[in-house]
């Protein structure tokens, strides 16, 4: 076939696969190119290395079945090649796109003010880096949440924030929204809960149809951004669909040296909906854990909130408070709110009468140090503490340092980092012994009467 020729079949081909093949194979159809057409085979060239495969092993019979329709040829095959200088136009090609889209996002937000960007982002005015409390449990979240907000798409990406619910996740991340669109007003920053994200997707697929002009709006609307905000990933929906089209977003974002934000209430690995693709690229860049804040920052984080309401206070009502509700800082909030709304419908001062008499805490004892469980699980297996302290590494020794660091963690609700320093260890070797002694305590006998009788052990100390 002449070149014109190839040129109008590839067209007529292309059509018909991009009636057949599903939205999200569609981004890797489009940069597609004919090389060359004989004896029913086609030979197509691409510069995407991941578009080349996923055709390859996803879409490879649809490809054919097309290209049957459309040649009448039943011998029909189709190669796809992988051309770097394809590649690199194609980098060149978007680069330039990019620009310009660039040039009229300037131009377009020049004319928005900032509050108007920051509710447009979908962010709360009171999730701020501003009105976040520092402490030893979050300093280094905070230290990268900030110094991506600094410079979005340098050294920590994606940033991946986990840890239980209530720990001030959400409020970091937007925390780096806001700070981006203040700082940085050109850049788009767009913040989505997982939830959303996802219903936004059905809806938009079910709507069109698999039709193209919507599908691609959907596309553009979380592509064509500089910073994602994505909260809550555990949420994600085990349909592959959805799946595949986060993965994409993701790459486009990423190839185009976009940040990427993501929280989770656990570990990628930890996630059972999530797809291993998914899973390797959370785990590329920084991954950060918020723990409980210790019983100075949730006292500090009390007293913010008081005196951003104009409160007076009894300092020993905020620390009654702070004592009490460890695990959770929504929770020591709502506590907070509670006493502070009691106070005001019974035109009362905030004392610490009042704060125990509405919340009636039973008295927790917080002073378990790191010291005691590490001696109470020496003696219980009857070791040294500096063996626990140390290296060794018998089977009884390696066992009842597990435990006491396991308690530790779950005693006094310090960082891992935190313990990692008492134990002279590195915080990952901290981690392993968390997680192998969470993972066998249901299952073991032996370990889960260890833990049973030492914590008994440090209550009676
Ligand atoms: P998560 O997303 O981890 O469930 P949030 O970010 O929603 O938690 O935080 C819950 C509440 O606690 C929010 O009101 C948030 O402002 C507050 N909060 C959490 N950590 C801090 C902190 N270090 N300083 C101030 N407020 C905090
Ligand atoms: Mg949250």
Redesign the pocket.
Known sequence: MENIELKRFWEQVKEELLGVLPENAHPWVYPLEISGYEKGVLTLVTGQMMGRDILRRNYYDIMVEALKHISGDENSRIIIIYDESAAKTLKKESERLQKRANEMIFKEQALENLSNMQSSANLNL??KFE?????ES?KFAYAAAMAVAKNPAGKYNPLFIY???????????QAIGHYIIFNNPKLKVKYTKTEDYVNDYISNSRKTNNNIENMSKFNRKYTNIDVILI??IQFIESKIKSMENLQYTFDSLYNKGKQIVI?S?RLPKEIPTLTAALCTRFEMGLMLE?TP?DLD?RFE?LK?NASENDLKFEEEALMYIAKNYSNN??E??GAFTKVCAYAEITEQELTLTLAKNVLKCEDKDDSITSEQIAKVTASYYEVDLKDIMGTARGQKVSVARHISIYLCREITNQSFVNIAKYYNKKHTTIMFAYEKIKKEKDSNRDISSALREIRQALKVL
Do not use: A, Q
């Open positions: 009171k999730y009105n976040f409390v520092v402490g979050n840890g239980n619910s209530g720990l001030g996740k959400t409020h970091l991340m909260d809550d929280t209430d918020l804040p920052t984080i913010k800082v929504r020591l909030e």
